[in-house]
């Protein structure tokens, strides 16, 4: 004898057993209004921060675009990894960028910092332990730090010549198990980064249509802490 489809989902912390097409068919519904409900958040989450555009980005933007060195990016963390997808974007599109993971810049890998590069740092508290170093050199050797960072009032955004803080957001995880918003909104916030960067470049540097679509790509996928 055929044993009857058992579907066993957990949906908002909560363990159910559910039997039957009409079962599977509301769990397909609820799936996809939470699907809706996150993606909502999202958007207002890039309004919100279309909103906050203002002096500190234009500061951004004009010290990155007129380097003579490369933009260099770091985090620890979920931020370490938008910091990554970050200067792999930059590149892409004619701004020349590194990643250099904060860890390893102790133990040596600040000498591929150099004084006509930049530092872009990463946090969500500003306070990560792993960046204390990196902030040091760049202090010592008067190389330009920005910080893309969730705390003001934190040793990254005052310690930096450009604090780019991010505006508190509403979490989309219903659970509160995905990483905080910070890293996400690091990543939403540099996308808006290459263009004006590169057109600023633009009579210097060609950007090919084999960059732009790489960094339209780049800009589509979604980061999500330190």
Not at 68 to 90: F, N, P, Q
Request: charged residues 15%.
């Amino acid at each position: 004898m055929t044993q009857p489809t058992v579907q066993s989902v957990r949906l908002r912390g909560e363990s159910e057993t559910h039997d039957g097409p009409a079962d599977a068919e509301a769990l397909d519904a609820a799936a996809v209004l939470h699907g809706q409900a996150v993606l909502r958040t999202e958007a207002a989450a890039i309004d919100q921060l279309a909103l906050g555009l203002g002096a500190p980005f234009a500061a951004a933007v004009a010290l990155m675009a007129t380097l003579e060195g490369r933009v260099v990016c770091t985090g620890m963390g979920k931020s370490g990894h938008v910091a990554r997808k970050i200067a792999a974007t930059l590149s892409s599109t004619g701004r020349p960028a590194m990643f250099v993971h904060p860890g390893e810049a102790s133990h040596g890998d600040l000498g591929m910092i150099t004084t006509k590069d930049a530092v872009l740092a990463l946090s969500n508290s500003g306070e990560t332990a792993e960046l204390r170093d990196l902030i040091l050199y760049t202090r010592r050797f008067a190389i330009p730090l920005i910080a893309m960072v969730g705390r003001a009032a934190s040793t990254l955004a005052t310690e930096a010549e450009v604090a780019l803080v991010l505006p508190e957001l509403t979490e989309a995880c219903p659970l509160g198990l995905a990483p905080p918003p910070p890293p996400r909104r690091c990543w939403r916030s540099a996308t808006r980064w290459p263009w004006p960067c590169s057109s600023g470049r633009a009579s210097r540097h060609s950007i090919s249509p084999c960059s732009i679509r790489a960094a339209s790509s780049a800009a589509s996928s979604c980061g999500s802490s330190s």
